[in-house]
């Protein structure tokens, strides 16, 4: 008999043997229905209107369901307009009653149309489930429509006069609003979001928002999301570096509107400093216009030259704290010749392309200004008190981990650090080795408790500083490069100073002995197994494929941010995996006013279909169920008491 405590504690969900059982019956019958369908993406960065697109088309899933229901019926034209309505129904039905189309007629073949293709998206599911779903005030109409029998003679007119009703109390728009959303929420059962939400595109804080609303979701974090995590814990290191991408960007909008963020200290500050520097070197990249805070360009490249050279000092001042972070080659302030006009890197010596450093002493180059301490002060209290990016940071520690385990797939952004000869890197933190899973495991430890452990922990200041290392440290398996060359790329001409060295993983885990050798140290079987990852663009245009080490691998940053479709040739990818075979939709550039479905293919077919009993949820179900059952041998054997009212 289980502990008689915890089926106290469950006794009171299910208080009689029949309430046990029928619950029982309930979850036997879920394991016999098929696997919702899970949704990979990676590499959001900030392009809002491209993911949202893709969350309310289902990544062209719902134009396939649409295909599958009316193909042969109604032409590829009412087809697109159906799957534009599903997709945003009230910028559809706005613009239908502005044309005069939003009749009686059309309403009653719309629902009539939308019902069914709900029925289709719907049939892997309980009905208890669906009906969760649904929003209160339609549950009931929607629920009976969803089980329509049109050969039952009986209920014909029933069924027609719930719509005729709908349409006579002038709900019909209501109700239409109510099945689209109904349709987006059920095509995707499961979201996983493989990092790197942050940083390049526009507006990161509205993929966030979107994220809080989903249903299910989990984040694995990538190197700009941790940038971002740092930040929100004070570290000066990483803000400096949040503010430098998103000027370099000129993404003043997510900084301003929507977190709120106070630049003007800064903007007064770079005018000043940097007013007779034309800062050639630091001029944004306008891939997206701002809406509410146009800053002019030349304003925006002393801003970004203001920031970089905080940013050197504060960072340098980190490695000099952390001998163990071995990055002692990456204190290049202090390797610049300031009377020479030169820099030396890996002991050989470049001419530097700007030397207009008014707030640097050469003596002491590491040394922030009064007036940069009182910037980075002001800046450091924006971060802290802007409610909204703390709300959007709690979430990404609430639903986020370095890695997920989920259904034998094996989800990260980066790496999992590896040396030449394919064993595990190995980091050392306080003295202690780790390695593979368990590195990953204590990084996460270490994430958690920079940001909720109490300012005055002698802890704090240590995880605190380690969120920059994981921004760009050699071992940070977010990050996986043997360092970051944003210093030369601004200050040095010659390009062998700019190359960055990706960690031997990157080349291993296209080979299926090493994809197995990371499996097994995650505790997932090799055979069906797969690793999830993004982080490193897959250049289409080049011949790379996203399907790598015969299947076992799938890198899926096809490059949504726009900084990559020139590189990479499409706009991302997003992975999905349904009861029958994971397919990969590739992703077209964005526009508002083309049709963007994407081409979907599958990459590989299950060996028999896959029910929710073979998942994890099934494992989890399974375990409830042999709770229950110890429950009733419980009642039954007279050690707990039936409470029948």
């Known amino acids: 008999m289980r502990d008689i405590d915890y089926l106290k504690l469950l006794s009171r969900e299910y208080p009689t043997v029949r309430s046990a059982c029928s619950e029982i019956i309930n979850l036997r019958a879920i394991m016999g229905l098929p696997k919702g369908t899970e949704y990979f993406f990676s590499d959001l960065h900030g392009e809002y209107e491209a993911f949202i697109h893709l969350l309310k088309s289902s990544s062209g899933i719902i134009r396939e369901k649409i295909r599958e229901t009316f193909g042969y019926v109604i032409p590829e034209e009412s087809q697109m307009e159906i799957a534009n309505l599903i997709y945003y129904p009230e910028r559809v039905l706005n613009k239908m009653t502005l044309e005069g189309h939003n009749t009686e007629d059309w309403q009653k073949v719309t629902i009539y149309r939308l019902v069914r293709i709900c029925k289709e998206v719907s049939s892997k599911y309980s009905r208890s489930k669906v009906r969760k779903k649904m929003p209160q005030e339609f ?38 609003i109510a099945l689209c959303e109904l349709i987006q929420n059920l095509t995707i059962d499961n979201l996983h979001i493989i990092g790197d939400i942050f940083d390049r595109g526009p507006r990161a804080d509205i993929i966030m928002n979107a994220l809080m609303q989903f249903h299910d ?27 430098r991408i998103a000027i370099s960007y000129n993404s003043f909008d997510v900084l301003e509107d929507g977190y709120g963020i106070n630049l003007r200290p800064l903007s007064m500050f770079a005018a000043n400093v940097y007013r007779d520097d034309p800062c050639e070197r630091f001029q944004p990249k306008i891939l997206d216009e701002n809406i509410y805070d146009a800053v002019d360009p030349g304003l925006a490249a002393k801003m970004h030259k203001a920031i970089a050279v905080i940013q050197f000092k504060v960072q340098e001042q980190i490695i000099k704290r952390h001998s163990d972070y071995q990055m002692q080659d990456r204190l290049l302030l202090e390797n610049v010749d300031f009377s020479k006009g030169t820099v030396k890197i890996d002991g050989k010596e470049y001419a530097m392309l700007d030397m207009n450093f008014p707030t640097i002493d050469p003596k002491n180059p590491l040394a922030l200004t009064r007036e940069e301490e009182e910037l980075l002060h002001n800046l450091a209290l924006s971060f802290k008190h802007s409610e909204l990016l703390h709300r959007h940071i709690k979430f990404l520690y609430s639903h986020g981990s370095m890695y997920k385990c989920y259904n034998s797939n094996l989800l990260y952004h980066g790496c999992i650090p590896m040396k030449a000869d394919g064993s595990f890197e190995e980091m050392v933190i306080d003295g202690k080795a780790y390695s593979g899973k368990a590195l990953l495991d204590y990084i996460d430890q270490r994430v958690q408790k920079a940001y909720f452990l109490p300012e005055d922990d002698p802890e704090k200041e240590k995880c605190r500083d380690f969120m920059w290392y994981l921004w760009c440290g050699a071992k940070s398996p977010v990050f996986g490069k043997d360092k970051m060359t944003t210093f030369e790329n601004y200050f040095v001409a010659e390009k062998e100073t700019h190359k960055e060295k990706m960690n031997p993983y990157y080349s291993l885990s296209q080979q299926v002995e090493y994809c197995d050798k990371i499996l097994t140290e995650f505790g997932l079987p090799t055979q069906g197994s797969h690793i999830i990852n993004g982080h490193v663009p897959v250049k289409i245009k080049d011949g790379e494929t996203p399907v790598k080490a015969d299947g076992k691998l799938y890198v899926i940053d096809g490059g949504l941010s726009k900084a990559y479709q020139s590189k990479t040739g499409i706009a ?3 992975l999905i995996y349904n009861s029958h075979h994971l397919a990969l939709a590739e992703h077209k550039p964005f526009d508002p006013d083309k049709e963007n479905t994407p081409r979907v293919s599958i990459v590989e077919n299950m060996p028999r279909r896959i029910m929710v009993g073979d998942t994890d949820k099934g494992a989890e179900l399974s375990s409830r169920i042999e709770d229950l059952r110890e429950l009733v041998n419980a009642y039954r054997e007279g050690i707990l008491k039936e409470r029948i009212h």
């Open 139 to 176: 549950a009931y109409a929607i629920d009976e429509l969803l089980h329509v029998d049109y050969n039952d003679e009986n209920k014909k007119i029933y069924y027609s006069e719930i719509i005729q009703t709908i349409l006579d109390v002038q709900i019909a728009d209501q109700f239409i």
């Open 217 to 243: 979701v989990d984040i694995q974090w990538g190197n700009h999301d941790i940038s971002w995590m740092g930040a929100a814990t004070g570290n000066l290191a990483c803000i400096c570096v949040v503010l």
């Open 572 to 574: 991302g990818y997003t």
